[in-house]
Nanobody, 122 residues
Framework: QVLLVESGGGLVQAGGSLRLSCAASGRTFIDYAMGWFRQAPGKNREFVASISWNGGSTFYADSVKGRFSISRANGKNTVYLQMNSLKPEDTAVYYC???????????????WGQGTQVTVSS
């Protein structure tokens, strides 16, 4: 199992940007595809973005496509989520996750971080 620690959340006005980071340790980072998920109060966890082990493939939820960008720096054991043009509906706790293959399903990711809060004010 890989240990994941997110950072970079905070409060931002609508239209602003944030970059989330997720640092991995404990296992070989390049063995894992990575994903970002989010959970808003009273709602189910939802998929945001996923990236392959080498960064060559990415996939996004329709709700964030064109605004968010997932990337990874394997030399730093870190995955990022650049969030631009933020909207109040993006407010949620954001989680990074590690799995053996890219997926939109949370059940396919075996390791999770503790989450970081993102709040977008209108």
């Amino acid at each position: 199992q890989v240990l994941l620690v997110e950072s970079g959340g905070g409060l931002v006005q609508a239209g602003g940007s944030l970059r989330l980071s997720c640092a991995a340790s404990g296992r070989t980072f390049i063995d894992y595809a990575m994903g970002w998920f989010r959970q808003a109060p009273g709602k189910n966890r939802e998929f945001v973005a996923s990236i392959s082990w080498n960064g060559g493939s990415t996939f996004y939820a329709d709700s964030v496509k064109g605004r968010f960008s997932i990337s990874r720096a394997n030399g730093k054991n870190t995955v990022y989520l650049q969030m631009n043009s933020l909207k109040p509906e993006d407010t949620a706790v954001y989680y990074c996750a590690a799995g053996r293959a890219m997926s939109t399903m949370g059940a396919d990711f075996g390791s999770w971080g503790q989450g970081t809060q993102v709040t977008v004010s209108s």
